[in-house]
Each structure stands twice: as C-alpha cells, then as structure tokens.
C-alpha cells in the first residue's frame, strides 16, 4: 500500500520463507531499476538491477522481476533470514544520465 | 571495495547557520549526487553535479543550498541558513556513469537542526 509520513508498508516473514516486496515505478520511459536494501542509521545498499530489455534477473537468494506492461517491480527473496531484515526501496532511472529517483520503500521484518 | 565516505556522521547546528557536508566519492567515478532522507521516509534527490556542474537538480534544491568539488577528490553540500526542516539524513552518491549503473551511496551524514 502507499506510505504516508511515517508510516511505511510493511512485510512480516517467518525466518527461511519466501518474501515478495512490491514496487510500482512512475515513469513509462525508465529503462533501469535497483533494488536497494537500507539497514538503519545506514545509507542504501545495492541489492540487484535490471535493464528494461529483460522481465527477470537473478541473483544469489533474490530475484526481480519487471513488468513494463503495467510499471510494476518485485524482488523475490528466497530463504529469508534475519539478516534481511531491513527497508527496500526500489529506485528508477530514465534515459540518458538522469539521477535515480527511489520510491517509497518497505520495511521487511524476518521472525526467527 | 571502494566506497563513498562521508563526514561527519552527525552534525548538530542551530537554525540559520551554515553547514558544508562532505563526501569523497569513488575515485574514477565521474557523476555525484546528493539525496537526502528525512526520518522514516524515502529517499529524495537533491543535485546531480558532473564535469565540475550542477547537471540537474530537484525543487528542494533551492537557493540556500550549493555544492561543489573544490579538489579531485572532494564533493561538498552546502546549507546557508539552515532550517529546521532542513533536519534529514543526507547522502552522498556517486556512478561511474549517468545511467543504467548502480550508484554507490555512504553512510549519510546525519543533520539536526535546533
């Protein structure tokens, strides 16, 4: 859902389940997006990317995935541990050397 | 690994002072920006800067803030007269290219304005 002031969405898992985070982009003309992974009191961390020519990249435990049709971003995070316990934001870039523009962000919360 | 550093971590100031914030970006990478985030909300960008110039920046980016690159391997943000909305975490990031690469960002330097 949106998140207003404080109030950011939030996903609860169970230590070593599966975790899908959401992101919906605003620009039709982006053709790259990061996932990153902020730890409090930290700056963001790069998780993953993706360029606009592919729907699905993979990395180690995580994958995203593009839906360009309806501007629609997810990362799939395999095996959730308590280490991934942190906001992710997803960040969108349009063409040429434009800056990152990040959304709103979830906070993913792993139950051991 | 190399890494953008920023100093300080924490900068406490009252209204309407001057802050300068401070980065060092990654050594070969030619593109830096400035974001900022304020508490529990997503992060904003500020100024991009490339070729010793600002190439884009947002409508927060008014008149009271700077930035500049006074030497090969510095990038500053400068606050005028700061205001208590002006209280954020502010980070500093930079790329190896403008687009369609990954931006490494520091720790963010933490500003309270009282």
């Known amino acids: 859902g949106e998140s207003v002031g404080l109030h950011l969405p939030t996903l609860s898992v169970q230590e070593g389940d599966n975790s899908i985070i959401n992101c919906a982009y605003s620009n039709s003309a982006s053709d790259y997006f990061i996932w990153y992974k902020q730890e409090s009191g930290k700056g963001p961390q790069f998780i993953i990317d993706i360029r606009s020519n592919m729907d699905k990249r993979q990395g180690q435990r995580v994958t995203v995935l593009l839906n360009k049709t309806v501007k629609h971003l997810s990362l799939q995070i395999a095996a959730t541990q308590p280490g991934d316990s942190a906001v992710y934001f997803c960040a969108e870039n349009g063409q040429g050397n434009t800056p990152l523009v990040f959304g709103k962000g979830t906070r993913l919360s792993v139950i051991a | 690994e190399p890494e953008v550093t920023q100093t300080p971590s924490h900068q406490v100031t009252q209204m309407g002072q001057e802050v300068i914030l401070r980065c060092v970006p990654i050594s070969n990478h030619l593109y830096f920006y400035w974001y900022r985030q304020i508490l529990g909300q997503k992060v904003e960008f500020l100024v991009s800067?490339?070729?010793?110039?600002?190439?884009?920046k947002s409508e927060i980016f008014d008149d009271q803030f700077s930035v500049e690159r006074p030497d090969g391997s510095n990038f500053t943000l400068k606050i005028r007269s700061t205001k208590l909305e002006d209280s954020a975490m502010y980070f500093c990031?930079?790329?190896?290219?403008?687009?369609?690469?990954?931006?490494?960002f520091g720790q963010g330097t933490r500003l309270t304005v009282v």
């Open positions: 990031a930079s790329r190896l290219t403008g687009g369609n690469t990954e931006a490494f």
């Open positions: 800067f490339y070729n010793n110039e600002i190439s884009e």
